[in-house]
T-cell receptor
Framework: AAGVIQSPRHLIKEKRETATLKCYPIPRHDTVYWYQQGPGQDPQFLISFYEKMQSDKGSIPDRFSAQQFSDYHSELNMSSLELGDSALYFC?????????????FGSGTRLTVV | QKEVEQDPGPLSVPEGAIVSLNCTYSNSAFQYFMWYRQYSRKGPELLMYTYSSGNKEDGRFTAQVDKSSKYISLFIRDSQPSDSATYLCAMKGATNKLIFGTGTLLAVQP
């Protein structure tokens, strides 16, 4: 079965650079969530989109922005990168009517800021 | 104080042992309670979920929720080396965003 696809798998950036992470949800999933998991930390919710509109916002820095496109894929744009942004970034997708039953995570993008 | 507290471990047990993993929470609005398993460098994988107090069993896994005490548990029977992973509890309220515990690293020794 198709899963949530994230790209790239690994990314190394320098401080103050910009990074773009991509997420391709499971076909027919209408909701995308972004989470940030620092080293040894629990995943922290960043932002979510339902039908291309922002549906919920968590602890996402102002330097980050995200959007969901017409094909339902989502991109997380991160600017003025800081060392503390080094983390595993997960995307999850679901259908709103199935809620937690269909909530599936991708394998994540590991971002390293040097 | 975090909304969800979980002992990070690590927890090391011999193969065949019964494992008990626990989380406490403070937000009474949480309606769904989940356990995720996360292997190294992989995304969290949903193991079990429940939305009411009581027990739910699935094979070797039993999830237990006590809403009055704001306490949830995951029991793994006959633990296997392949169960070695980080186990995260997660909870959600009215929205679909998940609030995770810090995860417990479990090692099952053959």
């Amino acid at each position: 079965a198709a899963g949530v696809i994230q790209s790239p798998r690994h990314l190394i950036k320098e401080k103050r650079e910009t990074a773009t992470l991509k997420c391709y949800p499971i076909p027919r999933h209408d909701t995308v969530y972004w989470y940030q998991q620092g080293p040894g930390q629990d995943p922290q919710f960043l932002i979510s989109f339902y039908e291309k509109m922002q549906s919920d916002k968590g602890s996402i820095p102002d330097r980050f922005s995200a959007q969901q496109f017409s094909d339902y894929h989502s991109e997380l744009n991160m600017s003025s990168l800081e060392l503390g942004d080094s983390a595993l970034y997960f995307c999850a997708s679901s259908t709103r009517d199935r809620g937690i039953h269909g909530y599936t995570f991708g394998s994540g993008t590991r971002l390293t800021v040097v | 104080q975090k909304e969800v507290e979980q002992d990070p471990g690590p927890l090391s047990v011999p193969e065949g042992a019964i494992v008990s993993l626990n989380c406490t929470y403070s937000n009474s609005a949480f309606q769904y309670f989940m356990w995720y398993r996360q292997y190294s460098r992989k995304g969290p994988e949903l193991l079990m979920y429940t939305y009411s107090s009581g027990n739910k069993e699935d094979g070797r896994f039993t999830a237990q929720v006590d809403k009055s005490s704001k306490y949830i548990s995951l029991f793994i029977r006959d633990s296997q080396p392949s169960d070695s992973a980080t186990y995260l509890c997660a909870m959600k309220g009215a929205t679909n965003k998940l609030i995770f515990g810090t995860g417990t690293l479990l090692a099952v020794q053959p």
